[in-house]
Nanobody
Framework: QVQLVESGGGLMQAGGSLRLSCAAS????????MGWFRQAPGKEREFVAA????????YYADPVKGRFTISRDNAKNTVYLQMNSLKPEDTAVYYC?????????????????WGQGTQVTVSS
């Protein structure tokens, strides 16, 4: 079992930056690829970014490519999402998730552990 707790969300003006953190506890963090997903009101949960177990492979959804950066610190059992040049359409609840494989994935149903989410609101 892996417990995930997100933090760092909040209200930001368009063009600003936020950094989300996801602290993991339970099993060995480095055994898991990690992902960030988001869900806007009235929409399905969608993939944002993913990182493999070591951090040397990442993948991004097109809407965030070049603006968001996913990273991890296995010594701290934490994965991060640095969000720059925020847009109103980035407004959503952001979830981190753990996949019990070393390789990353952008498929929501391949992640087995989920955090409770953190709200990000971007005003225009």
């Amino acid at each position: 079992q892996v417990q995930l707790v997100e933090s760092g969300g909040g209200l930001m003006q368009a063009g600003g930056s936020l950094r989300l953190s996801c602290a993991a506890s339970g099993r060995t963090f480095s055994n898991y690829a990690m992902g960030w997903f988001r869900q806007a009101p009235g929409k399905e949960r969608e993939f944002v970014a993913a990182i493999n177990w070591s951090g040397n492979s990442t993948y991004y959804a097109d809407p965030v490519k070049g603006r968001f950066t996913i990273s991890r610190d296995n010594a701290k059992n934490t994965v991060y999402l640095q969000m720059n040049s925020l847009k109103p359409e980035d407004t959503a609840v952001y979830y981190c998730a753990a996949r019990n494989k070393w390789s990353l994935s952008y498929y929501l149903n391949e992640y087995v552990y989920w955090g409770q989410g953190t709200q990000v609101t971007v005003s225009s």
